[in-house]
């Protein structure tokens, strides 16, 4: 699209509809033009400097004023919406830019196509449309196997009794319609499973049947796949957020999970409060694909993630002190004096490498102020305590929960009736009304909103969530509680915001992760993990699933050729997607999931083989 949709082998065009087109490197520079949505899915993946190196040179907003660039032409990246054409007709009779080349994010509705055309044509501005395209791009990435729709409110939508019925086929639709352009990104139509009877079930019929007409009637075939295998091609599991809230509720041990439940995150970007000497300034850090500490550490546990900056630290500090030697300089800053043309090849090598250390420093020192953040809203927050009772939540009794409820020293109530939220869908037998009115008077009393719980009854009492929910057998635990881990975070706390204190990286914190090492959370296996694993590897026929009652949509196949044996068929890869909104957690348990099967395939394969 930044390429105005023309793609060669070494990514450059070669446009001659510009003023410009003989700029160096074959590079077109041009105007980026979006709307809030546009900028979301490129804000997601790429910075500035991605944009620079993809010739665009300015880029605004939609609805923002703007200079006219006459000589420039204007790539557009908005929704098809009659708002964004409007805007878009008005840049053309104004003739703020040489060209246009408009990407709708995704399918242009006919009304709005013919609005787009009658008015240009009727403005005499037509011949100044280069382009229109539909990019199927109405998703946003944060991760290059995780995607979300950037949809708000859709939980509510869906489960709200009050909720019009064209709000809620409009949640549906544009829910179908970000699922297509994420089918069509991939190339390859899967299978479709999904749970009966609720918004799932609705958007995997809408969502089949607006594959089969575009393989009926399309002119234009969008997908590569031209297999016949259903072996060979993914599965689309669509899942109700109903299934299993425990999840969205539950306090984060991982590194990824703790920064977006305890910090703020959106798109990449983690925003921290400063420290209260410098007015509590906030500081922004995006996450880049470069990254190489985060592409390691995001799903490891806290504590492993604590160490692993103590060992990267001593990395550096030794590389340094290598260059600085080898050198002659007393700093890395003075490296960058030295002549090159006086110099040894050991020397230059030296200076070749320090871009490299630089921006390794400054990787180092922004998981060092985002570690500290995190620590602080820890001890801040009194999540320790939280952490270890929803490790045994089943295990809790009434005297403890009501004493944790009604501690002082916790001050934020979310956190409190989160924790009672968790115990009350884990437990499989009822509450008496007695204890429940204690629960609520305590939870009233340290400033919860009760709604929450009210709307969590009718759940428990509709869905039957707790036939659902997981919880550690007796004897699986690794020897140690969440109090041994999170008195470990404790210490750590303490130590690593002094040495942030003397100087980010050049204070260390050595020693200081002392018997944290091995205390790492028990291992759980939740509810969508069973559920994925039991449709991509189904059980024998003797044995419970799951998933026994999953819906099978296959779009390439006529709707009544349905073989018995379909929902016993494996699959290799899978989507996953959850309606109403998944988390990181787990997104991380489904990785882990991943993982083991992976290694266990290979284990044997090795035995196949002897």
């Known amino acids: 699209m930044l390429n105005l949709n023309a793609s060669t082998s070494e990514g450059t065009i070669d446009v001659n509809t510009s003023s410009n087109s003989g ?21 997601s993946i790429m910075r500035v400097n991605d944009l620079r190196e993809n010739g665009v040179t300015v880029h605004m907003l939609l609805s923002q004023d703007r200079s006219s660039l ?56 037509s011949d100044l449309i280069n382009q229109v395209y539909d990019q199927y791009l109405n998703f946003v990435c944060t991760n290059s196997d995780v995607f979300s729709l950037n949809q708000s409110e859709v939980f509510v939508n869906l489960n709200n009794p009050s909720a019009a019925e064209t709000l809620i086929d409009e949640t549906v639709d544009r829910t179908v319609n970000g699922l297509f352009s994420v089918i069509v990104t991939m190339g390859v139509i899967p299978i479709i499973r999904c749970p009966r009877g609720n918004a799932a079930e609705m958007i995997a019929n809408k969502l089949d049947s607006k594959l089969r007409d575009h393989l009926m009637n399309s ?44 910090l703020e995150m959106r798109l990449n970007r983690i925003t921290v409060d400063s420290d209260e000497q410098m007015n509590q300034t906030r500081k922004s850090y995006d996450i880049e694909n470069k990254d190489f500490f985060w ?7 806290f504590p492993q993630v604590a160490e692993d900056i103590d060992v990267e630290l001593n990395k550096y500090k030794n590389d340094a002190a290598e260059i600085t030697r080898i050198s002659g300089v007393s700093s890395l800053e003075d490296v960058e004096q030295l002549d090159l043309s006086s110099n040894t090849k050991t020397l230059k090598s030296a200076i070749t490498a320090l871009p490299e250390l630089t921006a390794r420093k400054a990787t180092l020192d922004m998981h060092m102020n985002v570690a500290t953040a995190l620590l602080n809203k820890i001890k801040d927050r009194q999540l320790d305590t939280f952490f270890q009772i929803e490790e045994n939540i089943t295990r809790q009794n009434k005297n403890l929960l009501l004493e944790v409820i009604r501690d002082e020293e916790k001050k934020d109530p979310e956190d409190k009736m989160r924790l009672f939220l968790i115990y009350y869908l884990s437990i499989t037998e009822e509450i008496s009304q007695e204890d429940m009115g204690s629960y609520e008077k305590a939870l009233e009393a340290a400033g919860c909103d ?8 009718r759940v428990r009492q509709l869905m039957r969530m707790t036939s659902m929910i997981s919880s550690p057998q007796p004897g699986q635990g690794s020897g140690f509680s969440q ?36 205390l790492l959370p028990v291992r759980k296996e939740l509810v969508i993990s ?7 590897s189904p059980p024998p026929q003797n044995e419970p699933s799951k998933a026994d009652d999953y819906l099978y949509f296959d779009p390439k196949m006529n709707r009544n050729s349905r073989s018995p044996r379909q929902h016993k068929s494996s699959f290799q890869e899978a989507i996953v997607f959850v309606v109403g909104g998944g988390n990181y957690v787990e997104y991380q348990n489904l990785q882990e999931i991943a993982t083991v099967s992976i290694i266990t395939m290979k284990r044997e394969r090795k035995k196949d083989n002897y």
Request: aromatic share 8%.
């Open 23 to 43: 700029a160096p490197n074959g590079i077109l520079w041009k105007v980026l033009i979006f709307d809030k949505f546009g900028q979301d899915i490129i804000s």
């Open 70 to 125: 006459p000589d420039v032409p204007a790539v557009y990246f908005i929704e098809p919406t009659s708002e964004n054409v409007k805007k878009c007709c008005e840049d053309l009779q104004r003739g703020l830019y040489d060209s246009y080349y408009i990407n709708f994010s995704s399918t242009i509705p006919r009304p709005i196509m013919e609005e787009l055309a009658s008015t240009t044509i009727m403005n005499d501005t």
């Open 219 to 262: 002119r234009t075939n969008l997908f590569s796949d031209n297999s016949s295998s259903n072996l060979q091609r993914p599965v689309l599991i669509l899942l109700d957020r109903n299934m299993d809230l425990t999840p969205m509720l539950s306090h984060s041990w991982t590194y990824q999970s703790l920064i977006h439940d305890v």
């Open 295 to 301: 592409n390691k550490n995001a799903s490891s546990p």
């Open 450 to 457: 009760l709604a929450p719980l009210i709307y969590i009854k």
């Open 483 to 518: 109090n041994d881990l999170f008195r470990g975070f404790s210490t750590i706390g303490n130590k690593l915001t002094d040495r942030l204190k003397e100087g980010g990286l050049g204070g260390g914190f050595e020693n200081i992760l002392s018997g944290v090492k091995n």
């Open 530 to 536: 069973k559920i994925v694993g039991d449709i991509m």
